[in-house]
């Protein structure tokens, strides 16, 4: 993992989805492309294939997002290109940006 790049936000948790299964989440981290805008990743032990616009799972990674200190709007679900079998992509609105500096991510388009 590169810090400059990657960043791990939490570690494990459950989250739940809209048909009250649980899945385990080994971690929340951001990445930075270079391009400025924050997409949020969730990995997961077991697929989640065809979940990534869950609201009940994506509002249990808020959730867990605000147990550190996340306080603004709720994420989005993310491109649907993205997603992965294990991985959630999601995308962060604006007001995120606070919160990920907060944790030491740096907007690597403003190097260039």
């Not at 899945?23 to 400025?36: L, Q, V």
């Not at 869950?54 to 959730?63: C, E, T």
């Amino acid at each position: 993992m590169n810090n400059d790049t990657d960043i791990q936000l939490s570690g494990p948790f459950k989250a739940t989805d809209g048909s009250g299964r649980a899945h385990d989440a080994k971690a929340i981290r951001i990445f930075d492309e270079g391009y400025g805008a924050i997409e949020v990743y969730v990995d997961f032990k077991a697929p989640i294939s065809g979940l990534h616009k869950d609201k009940a799972l994506i509002s249990a990674v808020v959730a867990q997002l605000r147990t550190v200190g996340y306080k603004g709007p709720d994420l989005t679900a993310g491109d649907p290109v993205l997603q992965e079998a294990r991985l959630l992509v999601l995308e962060a609105p604006d007001e995120f940006t606070a919160f990920a500096v907060s944790k030491g991510w740096k907007d690597l388009s403003e190097d260039f």
